[in-house]
């Protein structure tokens, strides 16, 4: 029986990192080799939106981030007073940054194994230094670095050279695969033609983008179909300002956060994704394992992996509004190209399926090696 704990910032949020954590401690778990407990720097929500199983035990340290700057740096001991405590066999921080609170374990040398589980990519620090910091210390004191993308173990080889020989791609899985042939022309083509995207409200996210693109479709193309945007953020009221001025009212939603999205995927004929930068882009692969083909910015780091760009969806060149209004413009035109689409939307995602990602975690607690997927 290995004892494996993942420290984590929030576990509470609806981000696809906390949707990762929960799936992997489900993995883990139910392989009945593993004892899996996710601890929490803080929990804001009264109850988590991914909620793992009830035999992954679920902690915290802190309820709230009032006086963020003495909890942050009480974290630092708090950390490996949990490790001594439980004596793990292997600690994962979850997102780079946590890894930086592993410093004093990194002095104590425990015989735990420590890995950096990354959720954004390495070609970007979201403007926080102690994001650079922690991936520097990871590159150099980590056991493995495990990464969502070949493009972004790219950028760490790049940018942490020490770090070359320990990093492996294991990608996020999709929770669910439609069987193949389940969903025909007369399914995603009936009453309603819906265009779904989902993700936080932020800058990161792009949905700015998004709308100049969806403006830029002829009305007459897309007078038919609808924009859903799921997702909250601080960018909502920006957003609807922008939708006003683009005379889109009519034709985008916001229907914020959905707790069920295989509602939303079963309704929606294709899905976009409009980011300036990734992590991995999970919503592509459970879109995809849906049946629903996408359309994405291919952006750095987890798109241009995940689609094959004119078998189960298009990528078009990262930030191009034009090109993006163009891409969605060709198959809103001619929906018999969406259900080409969609008839491959499974090809490639062998690797993403709960199998082989659960396979590569579990080669790397029994022996500390992970075959890249």
């Known amino acids: 029986m290995y004892r494996i704990i993942f420290f984590t910032g929030d576990q509470s949020l609806s981000g696809g990192t906390e949707k990762a954590c929960a799936n992997v401690a489900d993995m883990l778990v139910e392989s009945a080799s593993s004892e899996v407990e996710i601890v929490s720097n803080f929990i804001t929500k009264p109850k988590h939106f ?41 600690v994962v921080a979850v997102e780079s940054i946590n890894f930086l609170y592993f410093f004093f374990l990194m002095v104590i ?16 620090d979201l403007g926080v230094t102690r994001r650079r910091w922690a991936r520097w210390l990871a590159s150099r004191y980590a056991d493995k670095i495990i990464v969502l993308s070949e493009e972004d173990r790219g950028y760490w080889r790049a940018n942490y050279k020490q770090s070359i020989d320990k990093i492996a791609v294991i990608p ?20 309603e033609r819906i265009v779904l995207a989902a993700g936080r409200l932020e800058y990161q996210k792009g949905f700015d983008l998004l709308l100049k693109a969806w403006s830029s479709i002829d009305p007459v193309v897309r007078k038919d179909w609808k924009l859903r945007i799921a997702g909250t953020g601080s960018q909502l009221a920006n957003l609807k300002s922008m939708r006003e001025d683009l005379k889109l009212v009519d034709s985008v939603s916001f229907i914020g956060l959905v707790e069920d999205m295989d509602v939303e995927y079963g309704r929606a004929s294709l899905f976009v994704l409009s980011s300036r930068f990734e992590g991995f882009g999970l919503v592509l692969v459970e879109a995809l394992s849906r049946g629903v083909p996408c359309v994405s910015f291919g952006c750095p780091a987890g798109p241009s992996e995940i689609i094959i760009d004119g078998v189960n969806g298009l990528l078009v060149k990262n930030g191009q509004v034009c090109a993006l209004g163009t891409a969605l413009s060709f198959l809103l035109a001619d929906p018999l190209r969406i259900n080409a689409l969609a008839e491959n939307s499974l090809s490639g995602l062998e690797r993403f399926s709960p199998e082989s990602v659960r396979s590569a975690w579990l080669r790397l607690i029994e022996n500390g090696s992970v075959v890249s997927l």
């Open 50 to 90: 991914f909620q793992a199983k009830k035999t992954v035990r679920q902690t915290f340290f802190f309820k709230s981030k009032k006086n963020s700057k003495v909890k942050n740096f009480l974290l630092f001991f708090l950390y490996p007073f949990w490790v001594i405590k439980k004596k793990p066999h292997m």
């Open 109 to 124: 040398n425990p015989s735990c194994r420590l890995v950096c589980w990354e959720h954004f990519n390495a070609s970007s």
């Open 172 to 191: 996020n899985a999709a929770d669910c695969f439609f069987a193949k042939g389940k969903r025909g022309a007369a399914e995603i083509f009936g009453k």
